[in-house]
């Protein structure tokens, strides 16, 4: 199909050269955790391997999570890396491949590149991609944790991980008026969201109430 056909194709389908995306696709061994300011949602039952960016800049943040055998014995351990930030530039269509530079085999590159990961990514035409990685220092903990407790130090790093992963200047809040990273507003649509006010009124509550509500939470579950 040559330029011209291209183009008409386009128009013809309602799209524009600016709406077309691409997929940020990782490795079983990563997990997204932010896009753009807004967390990435996962389980433990399926891995999210792919997402969906338009053209532009973007920052997205990701964690390193692995079980690498141990050079004796049957035993495999654990190897998680602290978040980091990829920095990318988006200009075509297609598919983003984000991999660890140098395959990780063992135990020791498994340590090595939690601490400090390298990556390359790679464009399904060939062409050169435009990316930086920049470190975090946050730490992982238990489900029991985040639920039964108030918001932890890591907690609230989280959220500025995520924070940071926000395009430059997009909410920002008022010099004179701070607010909690992990601040809910309810402002138009967001009340009629069930998510946005169980947030919200989490944030209103005690410790004592909030603590009652997990319970009745978790029996009803």
């Known amino acids: 199909m040559n330029k011209a056909s291209l183009m008409a194709a386009l128009i013809a389908g309602g799209l524009s050269l600016n709406s077309l995306a691409?997929?940020?696709?990782?490795p079983l061994s990563m997990e997204?955790?932010?896009v753009n300011g807004q967390e990435v949602k996962s389980n433990f039952f399926s891995h999210k391997d792919e997402?969906?960016?338009?053209?532009?800049?973007?920052?997205?943040?990701?964690?390193?999570?692995?079980?690498?055998?141990?050079?004796?014995?049957?035993?495999?351990?654990?190897?998680?890396?602290?978040?980091?930030?990829?920095?990318?530039?988006?200009?075509?269509?297609?598919?983003y491949k984000l991999r660890p530079q140098t395959p990780i085999r063992d135990l020791k590159q498994a340590k090595a590149f939690a601490q400090a990961p390298k990556v390359s990514v790679?464009?399904?035409?060939?062409?050169?991609?435009?990316?930086?990685?920049e470190m975090t220092s946050?730490?992982?903990?238990?489900?029991?944790?985040?639920?039964?407790?108030?918001?932890?130090p890591e907690q609230k790093h989280k959220q500025e991980v995520i924070a940071a992963t926000a395009p430059k200047g997009s909410a920002a809040a008022s010099a004179d008026t701070p607010t909690d990273?992990?601040?809910?507003?309810?402002?138009?649509?967001?009340?009629?969201?069930p998510e946005a006010m169980l947030k919200y009124w989490w944030q209103q509550a005690d410790e004592q109430t909030r603590k009652e509500f997990m319970t009745w939470a978790i029996s009803n579950m």
């Open 122 to 133: 790679t464009h399904s035409d060939g062409h050169q991609v435009q990316y930086s990685i």
């Open 22 to 26: 691409a997929d940020l696709n990782i």
């Open 138 to 152: 946050i730490h992982e903990e238990s489900i029991i944790d985040s639920l039964t407790k108030e918001l932890t």
């Open 32 to 34: 997204f955790i932010a």
């Open 51 to 95: 997402i969906e960016l338009e053209k532009g800049k973007h920052t997205v943040a990701l964690v390193y999570k692995d079980l690498i055998e141990e050079p004796y014995g049957d035993g495999h351990q654990r190897v998680n890396s602290d978040p980091f930030l990829l920095h990318i530039t988006i200009d075509a269509d297609g598919v």
């Open 181 to 193: 990273a992990n601040e809910v507003q309810l402002q138009g649509d967001a009340k009629l969201n």
